[in-house]
């Protein structure tokens, strides 16, 4: 049995869940879903573009298992609100763009129902995946008894009749989720500001966002407001998924942007971290952060074409950038702050250089995470090997 997952690379929009039997025939679905991480609690954690490798993003692409299917018997009214009243299904990462966000503490994702918009449509949630109540409940017919089952994610092309997900910019129940919700603020710092907004430097093969191939700081157009044409993956479901969203359809067709005051919210959220020259917590005046940014990236290319048969000039500018961002973490001695990550990228090992960045655990977890999605989106290219 295979449970898949189809997403659109603009999460603003529903995706489809459908279900494989052992012969490959449909056994559930396609039913829409919801992928899409709401904007204030990612704001919240820093994690500005939703980014599917850092904490409540979107949900990742990948490979999954069917750990267990979670009880609503004893939840809280809250939850049960929340994640609906059917049951949930709790997934672990195996592979691709899911395991390297577990790396980093993604360590569960579920799909469930719940909070639904008073229109019908689905509501946006912390990187999970949401179904309407009525199909969350016919899925967990098909899925019971079945723990160990495959479950792949994978990117698609948006279909015509795609409702618009409806964010929530309260729903805050954790990520990893939990039944109980999120009762203290993140472990980990908050940067005040990137010196470019996450979305237009995250590679969009990792994450929806835009690709920018110029000098870090360079502001790009963010490609999750575009879709991408090209080969749609995997098994053409015939006619379009039903269910609880068919109301919701006809503003589907023409996506209300009225947010509400929640919309308002997260927009002022918004507000705060984007469009700043504030940078990792530290603050510069008049030409000192440019000229501070040209010496650290200068001395880490006379570092790297000491250290590497391949010169820092010939680097793909995404390898570039990833340098010049940690540089700005770490400082240039990045062979003594990530010695793992130094040996492997001068090496040329550069997958071995993405899991070290992802396995160091330290406070400057988003500039780490940033030049390994900028790397891994390199390697996925060619640029890299």
């Excluded at 990948?62 to 939850?79: F, K, N, P, T």
Aim: with cysteine; proline share 5%.
């Amino acid at each position: 049995m295979l449970i898949r997952i189809e997403l659109p690379r603009n999460r603003d929009f529903c995706g489809c869940l459908l279900v494989l039997d052992d012969a490959g025939k449909i056994a559930f679905g396609p039913e829409w879903c919801a992928g899409r991480a709401n904007d204030a609690a990612a704001l919240r954690r820093g994690n500005d573009s939703r980014s599917c490798l850092l904490p409540y993003g979107d949900t990742p692409l990948g490979h999954y298992r069917l750990r267990q299917i979670i009880s609503m018997r004893e939840a809280s009214d809250h939850a049960l609100k929340q994640f609906g009243r059917f049951g949930i299904v709790s997934l672990g990462a195996t592979g691709g763009q899911a395991l390297m966000a577990d790396s980093i503490g993604r360590f569960e994702i579920w799909i469930h129902g719940g909070c639904a918009a008073p229109d019908g449509r689905l509501a946006s949630t912390n990187g999970s995946v949401r179904l309407a109540d009525p199909a969350m409940f016919a899925l967990l017919q098909v899925l019971k008894g079945r723990e160990g089952a495959l479950c792949e994610v994978v990117e698609a092309e948006r279909r015509a009749q795609a409702p618009h997900v409806w964010e929530d910019g309260f729903f805050d129940e954790g990520d990893p989720p939990s039944l109980d919700g999120v009762e203290s603020e993140p472990e980990w710092p908050i940067p005040v500001a990137m010196t470019a907004p996450l979305r237009t430097i995250f590679l969009g093969e990792y994450d929806g966002g835009g690709t920018d191939t110029g000098v870090v700081g360079d502001q790009g157009k963010a490609g999750g407001d575009a879709e991408t044409e090209g080969k749609k993956e995997g098994i053409e479901a015939k006619g379009e998924p039903i269910g609880a969203h068919d109301a919701g359809k006809a503003g589907a067709e023409s996506p209300s942007r009225e947010g509400g005051w929640r919309g308002a919210i997260a927009g002022f959220f918004r507000s705060l971290y984007r469009d700043t020259t504030v940078s990792h917590n530290v603050r510069y005046t008049d030409n000192a952060q440019p000229a501070a940014q040209a010496d650290v990236r200068g001395a880490l290319a006379a570092k790297f074409d000491a250290a590497s048969a391949r010169k820092f000039a010939d680097l793909p500018a995404a390898a570039q950038n990833a340098f010049a961002g940690l540089g700005q973490a770490y400082g240039a001695d990045l062979d003594t702050a990530l010695p793992g990550f130094w040996s492997a990228a001068a090496a040329g090992r550069w997958p071995g250089a993405v899991q070290a960045l992802l396995r160091t655990r330290d406070q400057h977890i988003v500039a780490r995470t940033r030049a390994a999605d900028l790397l891994q989106g390199a390697i996925v290219q060619g640029a890299l090997s």
